[in-house]
């Protein structure tokens, strides 16, 4: 029998997956910066301390590099967690990102055994060291020292003593050495050194921009292409992932947009097509209850970012399904050229997506139910209790935005399942996670799917760490299953709270 404890370790941990997944501590259109950061740091703290292993399994899950880089931080400050998890998600993060953690574990004096093998093992797994010592040259640097390494030839040189040498071997290396007195080498190196070397020489933005056009990279050449589109910087849209993509089209103006609607339409099918691999076409009958309104804005620092992401699902479902419709709040059928504005009129919305009969009811909204405010909840209610209590329907929210006050992602209605989204790729995988809120499900299946999912991880990172995993898993349950005395007496007045939710399920 499941006890009053396993529900609230249920809503824990998914309350905290969902803000791994969402926040980025970054200020938000109903939360400030300070208060998305400080809400998050609660989250962690408060997570790590009663669940400690299923903290560091949700490495294994879709949370973003922000959250997944403070958790390999307060694992290897306790010396806790699994050094191959830690290692296989390093290997996926970015690496400025990976830099800047070992540069806050050495300001931390964070310097145990296994941190310095964690790093000498990231180190030895870049493809080139040489090409991060010119673009990472300090942060690089800080983690040699750091971790106690030696590194032999011209890479230590170039790092410690570069006025040792006349000239360097490697091309990367010594473009970066003619750069100080050779314009003509600054093309040779990564875009974001060549800059500054292009300021130093007062080299002209244009000449500067179609010379170092060649050495961009994707993410470069999307964040450059409007600014630098008259020297000739175009994105490659085929390759952009489906929320990048929509960032990018929802930037240009409208007028841009109608005229380049065949191409930017195209692009974002093939990338919801990618996304959906061999998934597509398989969901049945959906429909979407898509947010448009003001605040799907977001904030100065992640501009259209709510709306990014819900044109991008609208795309990804429409490859999904087998039979698709997408309802805006806003009334429009035309997903390129929405835009934040209005109220938020959710109930009405879904209302109408209910009255399409489908199988699978997907609202990618900020959960700001405003007009009228709670008429959403209801409407959700009463279809689950009087008018389909079998659920034949399968309704889910996905929720692109962190609300930091609540600290979770804002929900519409207790018996329908909130998952928070970053990326439109992971949408699938959020459905699936997204039944352990239902109720139907439990801490046993919960901390079972944990450990198939890092399982997998291992699988990728290396032959035979899948079977590895799978001995320790029954292990690790069973040590996910063992409960700090108190746990409800500790969560105070969010006990009561997950009780009524419960109940309404």
């Not at 399994?57 to 958790?71: C, G, S, V």
């Amino acid at each position: 029998m499941e006890t009053f404890a396993d529900l609230i370790e249920c809503e824990d941990v998914l309350l905290f997956v969902n803000a791994a997944i969402t926040s980025t501590g970054q200020r938000e259109f109903h939360s400030t910066q300070a208060e998305q950061r400080l809400s998050l740091r609660f989250l962690h703290s408060y997570i790590d301390g009663n669940y400690p292993e299923i903290y560091a399994a949700t490495l294994a899950l879709e949370i973003n590099d922000h959250n997944a880089a403070m958790i390999i931080r307060n694992l290897l400050v306790r010396h806790g967690g699994d050094g191959a998890l830690i290692a296989w998600r390093l290997s996926r993060m970015a690496p400025q990102r990976v830099y800047r953690l070992f540069q806050d574990l050495r300001r931390l004096g964070v310097n145990n055994r296994r941190t310095r093998a964690i790093i000498a093992g990231w180190l030895s797994g870049r493809s080139d060291l040489a090409f991060d010592a010119v673009k990472y040259r300090t942060a690089l640097k800080d983690a040699v020292r750091h971790a106690h390494l030696r590194l032999e030839g011209e890479l230590g040189d170039f790092l410690f003593a570069p006025r040792g040498r006349a000239r360097f071997d490697h091309p990367l290396l010594d473009a970066w050495r003619r750069a100080h007195y050779e314009k003509a080498a600054v093309y040779e190196l990564p875009y974001t050194v060549a800059e500054g070397f292009a300021a130093r020489h007062g080299i002209k933005r244009q000449i500067f921009m179609e010379r170092i056009a060649p050495r961009l990279t994707r993410l470069e050449r999307m964040r450059l292409a409007e600014s630098a589109r008259d020297q000739g910087v175009e994105p490659d849209l085929a390759a952009m992932p489906l929320v990048r993509l929509a960032s990018y089209a929802l930037s240009l103006p409208f007028q841009t947009r109608a005229r380049r609607r065949t191409e930017l339409t195209a692009a974002l099918r093939a990338a919801a097509a990618r996304a959906a691999g061999t998934r597509a076409g398989t969901w049945g009958r959906v429909t979407a209850v898509l947010d448009d309104s003001f605040s799907a804005f977001g904030s100065v620092t992640k501009r259209h970012r709510p709306l990014a992401v819900a044109v991008a699902c609208h795309h990804l479902l429409e490859a999904l399904a087998g039979d698709y419709r997408g309802l805006w709040l806003s009334g429009g059928d035309d997903p390129l050229m929405a835009r934040p504005t209005g109220p938020t009129p959710l109930g009405r919305r879904i209302v109408d997506g209910l009255e399409t009969a489908p199988e699978r009811l997907v609202i990618v909204s900020d959960g700001w139910d405003n007009a009228p405010p709670g008429l959403a909840a209801e409407v959700l209610r009463v279809w689950r209790a009087r008018l389909d209590p079998d659920r034949r329907v399968s309704i889910v929210h996905v929720n692109p935005v962190y609300d930091a006050g609540g600290f979770e992602v804002r929900r519409l209605a207790p018996g329908v399942p909130t998952a928070g989204i970053r990326d439109a790729e992971d949408l699938p995988a959020l459905v699936e996670l997204a039944q352990f809120a239902e109720g139907r499900t439990g801490p046993a299946e919960l901390r079972a799917y944990l450990a198939e999912r890092a399982a997998e991880r291992m699988a990728e990172r290396a032959p035979g760490a899948a079977e590895r995993m799978g001995e320790r898993a029954p292990g690790v349950a069973e040590r996910m299953g063992e409960r700090a005395p108190g746990v409800a007496e500790r969560m105070g007045e969010r006990a009561a709270g997950v009780a009524e939710r419960m109940a309404g399920r």
